[in-house]
């Protein structure tokens, strides 16, 4: 059986949406929500397969399942742009792993299917707030300004149902969204049906962005802001979306979301680098035990309630223009 295992925000279902649009096979599907990324772990204990596909998951971070996968003699397709430290060597295993701030996982499959379904990588670039990228592959394409707008609405939504504590949190199962998507070879297609999951996923985030509007950020300098949301379904939906735009509207500045777990005595944290520079974002989650991600945007899935000023500190330090 092959699998394919790929994250659960927009750069990994559209990622491998161009794959399987390209080269349909059937396949187990391995995912989650955004922030469960040592999904790989799931595969390696399987005795029925015989070659995976990995998407948009940091290699350091599921290294031990990727090697036992290739000493079973696994044949592994391995796609990102997270941190993968040293890649294994193995006959076995094809790396595209290319960790520059300015590319994302479906722009990598999108070069390597030399722009197949370049659209629906405009929609992955846009979902990963790769908006320059975006914009480059669209005047590519020659997309008009409406064309565009729906393209990049479409990447948010989708990246949008990837947030949560759990499946439960959100609009639609990944994998789910992803079957459904798949219908869909143009993604203007979907603007064009009704029924579509689309405007259901509009629906959703309309909603959960409407309760932002009672917010007032917790700290904002000159270098960072800081939003503080509650333990709430829709506050855990709209984190990551949100921070995207807060770092959209104010590109000199670094901003964090900072969500309360339903344990209380935690916090998830969504980290975006000023997209005039985009880096330092790990830096600053790495220092934090379930810290992780990328230069460019990054987050921690449990900080502890008594080190949000240490966070807030570490946060000022590296971005103190």
């Known amino acids: 059986m092959h699998y394919d295992v790929f994250n659960g925000d927009a750069d990994g279902i559209i990622a491998l949406l161009q794959l399987r649009l390209a080269d349909p096979k059937p396949s187990h599907l391995v995912t989650g929500v955004k922030r469960d990324i040592q999904l790989l772990a799931q595969v390696a204990e399987q005795t029925d397969v015989t070659s995976a596909t990995v998407l948009d998951i940091s290699l350091d971070k599921n290294r031990s399942a990727l090697i036992s996968l290739l000493e079973q003699g696994v044949p592994t397709f391995y796609c990102d742009h ?132 009672a917010l007032s950020p917790y700290q904002s300098t000159e270098n960072i802001q800081i939003y503080l949301l509650p333990n709430a379904a829709w506050a855990r939906r709209i984190s990551g979306v949100f921070g995207n735009q807060l770092a959209n509207q104010d590109p000199d500045k670094a901003c964090a979301v900072v969500t309360l777990n339903p344990d209380e005595v935690s916090y998830t944290v969504s980290v975006r680098a000023p997209l005039t520079r985009r880096e330092g974002a790990d830096e600053v989650c790495n220092q934090f035990v379930s810290g992780g991600g990328r230069r460019a945007a990054a987050g921690i899935n449990a900080l502890p309630l008594e080190q949000l000023e240490l966070f807030i500190a570490a946060m000022d330090k590296r971005f103190r223009l």
Not at 116 to 124: D, M, N, R, Y
Not at 141 to 164: A, D, V
């Open 82 to 213: 997270h941190q993968s430290g040293e890649i294994p060597q193995s006959p076995y295993l094809t790396p595209l792993i290319n960790l520059d701030s300015e590319t994302c996982t479906s722009v990598l499959i999108n070069q390597h299917l030399k722009g197949q379904f370049q659209t629906w990588a405009i929609v992955g670039a846009f979902g990963d707030n790769m908006l320059k990228r975006a914009m480059a592959l669209a005047k590519q394409c020659c997309l008009s300004e409406t064309q565009i707008e729906f393209l990049q609405e479409l990447g948010t939504l989708i990246n949008y149902n990837g947030y949560g504590a759990s499946l439960e949190d959100l609009q639609i199962p990944p994998a789910d969204l992803f079957q459904k998507l798949l219908n869909f070879a143009d993604p203007f297609l979907l603007q064009q049906d009704s029924r579509s999951i689309f405007y259901s996923l509009r629906a959703g985030y309309q909603a959960d962005h409407q309760q932002l509007q």
